[in-house]
């Protein structure tokens, strides 16, 4: 390779990443995140399993994560989040489950975060669509992956139980699925 020539590429690729980012941001603030992230978990789910990182995979949501059905569709439920304090969430992990052999993804990502952005945890909500129209929500209480995000890999402190009962406290007519009493 000619000298400078790994310095083009690494400029070209930084030009390109640069250019990218905000046509995405714009392309999402346009759309929806949430459906940005639907088509990409989409197009992640064709992928092979085998050999991917989580990160590039679309993973069920964890059973005990379930914190109820809210009787709202998802687009009237994505509306209300953010009166109810909780902003969008972009960069998380793409979720799935298969209900009578169909795939359901995701449908929307948010976070509270109590002590706002630069606290130290956030109760991260993720939306389904359920089979008759309403909205299934998937809690958990976790550490702040922009403060702690280390932390936040290795889930030190993630907490289903916390977050389903946070979200129920947060989001109106969501009832926790369970109530077992742990803090």
């Known amino acids: 390779m000619p000298p400078g020539g790994r310095r083009t590429r690494l400029v070209r690729a930084l030009a390109a990443l640069s250019l ?3 046509a995405v941001f714009l392309v999402g603030r346009a759309v929806g995140f949430w459906r940005v992230r639907l088509a990409v978990g989409k197009l992640l789910a064709l992928l092979p399993d085998d050999g991917a990182p989580d990160h590039v995979r ?3 949501p964890p059973a005990d994560e ?3 059905t809210l009787q709202t569709t998802p687009d009237e439920t994505r509306e209300q989040l953010p009166e109810q304090g909780f902003s969008e969430l972009i960069r998380a992990y793409f979720h799935a489950y298969d209900r009578d052999g169909e795939a359901v993804h995701e449908v929307g990502s948010f976070v509270h975060r109590p002590e706002g952005l630069t606290g130290d945890w956030q109760v991260h909500v993720r939306l389904f669509p359920a089979p ?3 909205t299934e929500v998937w809690a958990h209480w976790e550490r702040n992956p ?7 890999l290795r889930m030190e402190g993630y907490d289903p139980a916390r977050g389903q009962r ?6 109106d007519d969501l009832r926790c699925a369970r109530d077992d009493g742990a803090a």
Do not use: R, S, T, W
């Open 132 to 134: 008759d129209g309403a």
């Open 20 to 22: 990218a980012a905000p």
């Open 58 to 60: 679309v993973l069920p």
């Open 66 to 68: 379930y914190a109820g």
């Open 166 to 171: 946070m979200a129920a406290e947060l989001i």
């Open 146 to 152: 922009y403060v702690a995000p280390l932390a936040h």
